[in-house]
């Protein structure tokens, strides 16, 4: 059976490219990128060159950046880190954090860590597109601000938040600036400088890089404390021999993603757009997000009196891999909390269906989802005592 | 993913049995609610005290919809009193198992039934 992948919001198929630039760091230079002697050398050049090309496409300079395993450790970094060093400075600046209510687990669970220890959370609500208001950001800065965590874009329903302005108001409060882009890096262009942003995460694995691997970009001046205490790597705030193949994996992905960037995006906007159009003829089905200010490969919809993971399930039975923000497929046994925040009512998230396109996806494959789906959808209305027509 | 479920589960979400509505059923139940993401109805026409005729309608996932589905298939021909007993473990083992976060689903079928039967009996009454 053909298989279609529409899901690289969970993961991408790592580049042969980049398999082919990583491969000869397991054995030919194996060797510890802190030694000294020549092995140590070519893995440290190797290392070094990486750190050049992701600061590149974020157009940072390579000191600015620092090697971590994953998007979700360069978040807890980059909060707790911002977090631990600023909690001092009783009566100043230290305890007050301004979030978004629509936040990856990686940044709202490390915000509920910090809340515990003491800290002040506010967690912004979001417009029904999912993006926060300029204007309750403005209004929930106080003098005990000092950090604001806001995602580049969202991982489930795409939308992308208005970062320069979060970054210019961050500025002009002096109130540092941490995105989690883990999902908008290689999709739409970043630039560091221009949108204000002090520390921004990365992961290796949503940009056809290996898993396990990722970066968080560090302004030049801008201090954090260390996580992981140890041998001093990455100037003392991550400790841990480097990962050199993955380092050079992430490396060589975000080289190609920043050569392929209008390509890219050009070919997985023409795929959302087109799957967006035949997908909304299905009857009651709805597009979640926002029709513009969105990731060029996400399209999430929902359908009225279906359940998530059994279109999921459905889907797979074809060779089409989704996803959903149903609760029954959650551990939580929750709707998605992004789905909850942009005012759907949970029998609404429940029929919500993530698709998520990639570099390889074809037009074929846009076609034949939306062959199928039409068939699958009234299959599951037809045994559901919700949908009464 | 689907690998959670066993072959039993996905053959009966895939091909379930007995699905629909029983227009003059003797007895009909429904259980769960929109915020937990499963619903389900479950008719039945009953004769001499035994199901003679049984469908489901499920909103609700593959662990739902396998459950509603085997439950049909196991209570038909049984007398009122042995449908009764059905527990959802009975249901789970005759799906050859269920993730243990999906009990709950099965929980529902079973709950279903209960109240298909009880509506039947309330109505034998008057
Ligand atoms: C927005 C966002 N942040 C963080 C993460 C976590 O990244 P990683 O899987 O590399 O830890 C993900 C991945 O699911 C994500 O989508
Ligand atoms: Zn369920």
């Known amino acids: 059976m053909k298989r279609i992948y529409m899901d690289h919001g969970a993961s991408t198929p790592v580049d042969k490219e980049v398999i082919d630039e990583m491969i000869p760091y397991f054995d030919k230079y194996f060797g510890n990128p802190s030694s000294i002697h020549s092995f140590g050398r070519e893995a440290f050049d190797a290392v070094e060159e990486s750190r050049s090309k992701v600061a590149d496409i974020l157009n940072a300079d390579a000191d600015e950046i620092i090697f971590t395993s994953g998007g979700t450790e360069s978040d807890n970094l980059g909060i707790k880190g911002a977090a631990y060093l600023n909690k001092d400075k009783i009566g100043g600046k230290g305890y007050h954090i301004i979030t978004s209510s629509i936040e990856h687990p990686a940044v709202l669970a490390t915000c509920r860590h910090l809340e515990k220890q003491g800290f002040n959370v506010k967690y912004l609500p979001v417009d029904k597109y999912g993006i926060i208001r300029i204007k309750d950001l403005e209004e929930a800065i106080s003098k005990d601000t000092f950090l604001i965590t806001i995602m580049y874009a969202n991982n489930e329903i795409g939308t992308i938040e208005p970062i320069n302005e979060i970054g210019r108001i961050a500025r002009k409060h002096d109130v540092l600036f941490h995105t989690d882009a883990v999902q908008a890096i290689c999709k739409t262009p970043i630039d560091v400088g221009e949108s204000n942003v002090d520390l921004l995460s990365v992961s290796a694995h949503k940009i056809y890089g290996p898993k396990g691997v990722g970066a968080l970009y560090i302004r030049n001046g801008v201090k954090i404390y260390p996580l992981a205490h140890g041998g001093g790597h990455e100037k003392g705030l991550r400790s841990s021999t480097y990962n050199t193949p993955g380092i050079v994996g992430l490396g060589k992905a975000c080289e190609l993603g920043k050569t392929r960037l209008k390509e890219d995006m050009a070919h997985l906007k023409n795929l959302r757009d087109k799957l967006i159009k035949d997908i909304l003829k299905i009857e009651e089905s709805y597009l979640n997000g926002h029709p513009e200010k969105r990731l060029v490969n996400n399209a999430h919809f929902r359908f009225t009196a279906i359940e998530g993971e059994s279109l999921n399930m459905m889907l797979d039975e074809k060779g089409i891999a989704s996803a959903t923000g149903s609760a029954c497929s959650s551990k939580k046994l929750q709707a998605s909390h992004v789905l909850m925040a942009i005012g759907l009512k949970p029998e609404e998230a429940h029929g919500s269906l993530r698709l998520t396109l990639g570099r390889k996806n074809t037009e074929e494959d846009v076609s034949y989802v939306a062959s199928v789906l039409p068939d699958i959808v009234e299959r599951l209305r037809k045994m559901s005592p919700l949908w009464n027509r | ?126």
């Open chain 2, 1 to 126: 993913m689907a690998d959670m479920y066993t072959e039993k589960v996905k053959d009966h979400f895939y091909n379930p049995r007995n699905v629909g509505e029983i227009k003059d059923a003797d007895g009909a139940g429904t259980v769960g609610n929109p915020v937990c993401g499963d619903i389900m109805t479950i008719f039945i026409k009953v004769k001499d005290d035994r199901i003679i005729d049984i469908k489901f309608q499920t909103y609700g996932c593959a662990a739902a919809i396998a459950s509603s589905s085997i439950t049909t298939e196991i209570v038909k021909g049984k007398t009122l009193d042995e449908a009764m007993m059905l527990t959802r473990d009975d249901v789970a083992n005759e799906l050859g198992g269920l993730p243990a976060i999906k009990m709950h689903c099965s929980n529902l079928a079973t709950d279903a039934l209960r109240e298909a039967i009880k509506d039947y009996r309330k109505k034998k009454k008057k």
